[in-house]
T-cell receptor, first 113, second 111 residues
C-alpha cells in the first residue's frame, strides 16, 4: 500500500515538448508539495498546496503549472521543456500546514534531450 | 533564502563504526528533521525534532535539536551495510512555511 505515488518513474523527452507528472497520496494529508532534486542531490521546494489551494510558489518559471484536482492529488505540468529542467522531481505530503513531517514519493527522473 | 550547512559531505567508514553528522544554520529553526535517501528512491523520514535540546532515538539512530536552535546532529551507532545512503537534514525556519534541506551526507560503508 503505497503512501505517496508518482507516475511516471522515468520521463525522457525533447526540448520544447510539454509533459506532465502525476502524484497521489493515500495518507489523508491536506498538504502536498513538489520538490526538484538536481544532479548534486540538492532538494529545493517548488510548490506547496493545502486543500487544493496554492500556498508556496518558490519563484518557479511559469512554464511549470501545478494542478490539484482534490487534496489527494497534485500534478505538475511543464511546458516548453528546457535542458535545465532535467532533474528528479519529488512529490511529498504532510498532514497539514504547520506540520513539517513530509513523506516523499519515489521520484520522477526527467531527462530533456 | 536560508541555506543549511551540512557536514561532512561524505563519509567512508568500516562496518560497526559509529557515525556523526551535523547541520547548522545562521538563523533560528523551529523544527529539524533527518531523512535518508537510497538510490532511485525518495527521502524517508527518520527523526523529527521540535524542541531545543530535544534528544530523540529511532533504533540505532539518535538526533538532537541544538540548544541554540541553529543546529542539529545525527548519530548512527554500530553501522551496518544497509545504513549506506545519503542523509539529509531539513529544517523549518522560524516564520517560514517551508522546509529547507542540507546538501546531504553520503555514507559509504566498507564491510
Amino acid at each position: 500500500d503505497t503512501a505517496v505515488s508518482q507516475t511516471p518513474k522515468y520521463l525522457v523527452t525533447q526540448m520544447g515538448n510539454d509533459k506532465s507528472i502525476k502524484c497521489e497520496q493515500n495518507l489523508g494529508h491536506d498538504t502536498m508539495y513538489w520538490y526538484k532534486q538536481d544532479s548534486k542531490k540538492f532538494l529545493k521546494i517548488m510548490f506547496s498546496y493545502n486543500n487544493k489551494e496554492l500556498i508556496i510558489n518558490e519563484t518557479v518559471p511559469n512554464r511549470f503549472s501545478p494542478k490539484s484536482p482534490d487534496k489527494a492529488h497534485l500534478n505538475l505540468h511543464i511546458n516548453s521543456l528546457e535542458l535545465g529542467d532535467s532533474a528528479v522531481y519529488f512529490c511529498a505530503s504532510s498532514q497539514g500546514l504547520g506540520n513539517y513531517e513530509q513523506y516523499f514519493g519515489p521520484g520522477t527522473r526527467l531527462t530533456v534531450t | 533564502g536560508q541555506q543549511l550547512n551540512q557536514s561532512p559531505q561524505s563519509m567512508f567508514i568500516q562496518e560497526g563504526e559509529d557515525v556523526s553528522m551535523n547541520c547548522t544554520s545562521s538563523s533560528i529553526f523551529n523544527t529539524w528533521l533527518w531523512y535518508k535517501q537510497d538510490p532511485g528512491e525518495g527521502p524517508v523520514l527518520l527523526i523529527a525534532l521540535y524542541k531545543a535540546g530535544e534528544l530523540t532515538s529511532n533504533g540505532r539512530l539518535t538526533a538532537q535539536f541544538g540548544i541554540t536552535r541553529k543546529d542539529s546532529f545525527l548519530n548512527i551507532s554500530a553501522s551496518i551495510p544497509s545504513d549506506v545512503g545519503i542523509y539529509f537534514c531539513a529544517g523549518q525556519e522560524k516564520g517560514a512555511q517551508k522546509l529547507v534541506f542540507g546538501q546531504g551526507t553520503r555514507l559509504t560503508i566498507n564491510p
